[in-house]
Nanobody, 126 residues
């Protein structure tokens, strides 16, 4: 059974930083590409960032480029999302996803082929 557990969310002021983590179990982690999505109230879940098997290939939504950094540690079966210069519009529930495919596929949006975590709330106050 694949299990993804996010952590690190919280309340932060605009301009601040947070680091999210997602610990995976029940899968051969290095065989899966990983991604982060987010969902704000009343909006659809949207792609944020993804990372390839070895961590050397990354993709970002335009809205977070230059501010967020995705990374992975295959020794710990964990991915991270370092978020800096946070804005109120970054407020959302952030979800981790795992996919047995290619990291660029996450750019197409959500898919029933992905495994999902339960999400962690990020709130950015102005």
């Amino acid at each position: 059974q694949v299990l993804l557990v996010e952590s690190g969310g919280g309340l932060v002021q605009a301009g601040g930083s947070l680091r999210l983590s997602c610990a995976a179990s029940g899968l051969t982690f290095s065989n899966y590409v990983m991604g982060w999505f987010r969902q704000a109230p009343g909006k659809e879940r949207e792609f944020v960032a993804s990372v390839g098997w070895a961590g050397d290939r990354t993709y970002y939504a335009d809205s977070v480029k230059g501010r967020f950094t995705i990374s992975r540690d295959n020794a710990k079966d964990t991915i991270y999302l370092q978020m800096t210069t946070l804005k109120p519009e970054d407020t959302a529930v952030y979800f981790c996803a795992a996919h047995f495919g290619y990291a660029r596929e996450f750019l197409d949006g959500i898919s029933p082929r992905y495994y999902w975590g339960q999400g962690t709330q990020v709130t950015v106050s102005s």
